[in-house]
């Protein structure tokens, strides 16, 4: 059974950073692309960075680039999400996704539709 559990989350203020956790089971973090969606009041999700599952080619939207960063631990099977200099803009609920891809394992993948497994996300609240 795969499943992906979101954990990091909360309320902080502008210019702070906090770090997203996606903790794996029933597979491993190595044998699959990884991404991470946000969704905001109102808005539809939307991606925000990925990984592919081989050589750790990354790709982040421009609007968090410079900021956000994923980042893989196989021996821990987690994924992160490390979050510097929040802005209010950046309130979402934040989802951890998996996908095995296609035969190309150095792709990332950047839409909702290439992915199989899901989070439940985690609420990330930025005040100004």
């Known amino acids: 059974q795969v499943q992906l559990v979101e954990s990091g989350g909360g309320l902080v203020q502008a210019g702070d950073s906090l770090r997203l956790s996606c903790a794996a089971s029933g597979h491993t973090v190595s044998s699959y692309a990884m991404g991470w969606f946000r969704q905001a009041p109102g808005k539809e999700r939307e991606y925000v960075t990925g990984i592919s599952r081989s050589l750790d080619i990354t790709y982040t939207v421009d609007s968090a680039k410079g900021r956000f960063t994923i980042s893989r631990d196989n021996a821990k099977n987690t994924v992160y999400l490390q979050m510097n200099s929040l802005k209010p803009e950046d309130t979402a609920v934040y989802y951890c996704?998996?996908?095995?891809?296609?035969?190309?394992?150095?792709?990332?993948?950047?839409?909702?539709?290439?992915?199989?497994?899901w989070g439940q996300g985690t609420q990330v609240t930025v005040s100004s």
């Open positions: 996704a998996a996908t095995k891809g296609g035969p190309n394992s150095r792709i990332v993948v950047t839409s909702e539709a290439g992915y199989d497994y």
